[in-house]
């Protein structure tokens, strides 16, 4: 959703993305499985109408897991790959590709919040936050 919503609006700094699901109508039977739900017909068909790989033009940081079986890590590292293609596609052939960064979470699924305390670090200097620590023992 948070690469969906830049693409659409500019003026967005930065952006997070935690396991995207790039190519998400191809992703609906995999979630159905791993999470026992059920998707519409309305769902499915609103799914095939998003872009497979939304054209983000701001810097953008993504944490996904190495085994996630439901939304493919290479998914992920070909939308930063084709970054400029993508731009150069959607006309914006003098815009420079901003920063890209990928880190692949060892051992880690879908279920790759649970990283998050470890990457702390490296997210609060890309979005340039005050360095706090979170996970204080009183």
Known sequence: MAALY????????????????FCLSSLLDAFEGKYGMKFSDSFRADAMRLPDFP?????AY???GHD????????SARWMQMASHLMRREGDANEHVAE???LEVN????????ALPSSMGRFTEF???????????E
């Open 62 to 64: 993504v944490i996904h």
């Open 55 to 59: 054209t983000v033009t701001c810097p």
């Open 127 to 137: 979005f340039n936050l005050p360095r706090i620590d979170l996970f204080l023992r």
């Open 107 to 114: 051992g880690m699924g879908h279920g790759v919040e649970t």
């Open 6 to 21: 830049a693409e659409k609006n500019r003026n967005i700094d930065k952006v997070f993305l935690l396991a995207p699901t």
């Open 100 to 102: 890209r960064r990928l």
């Open 68 to 75: 996630d079986e439901v939304a493919p890590l290479d998914n």
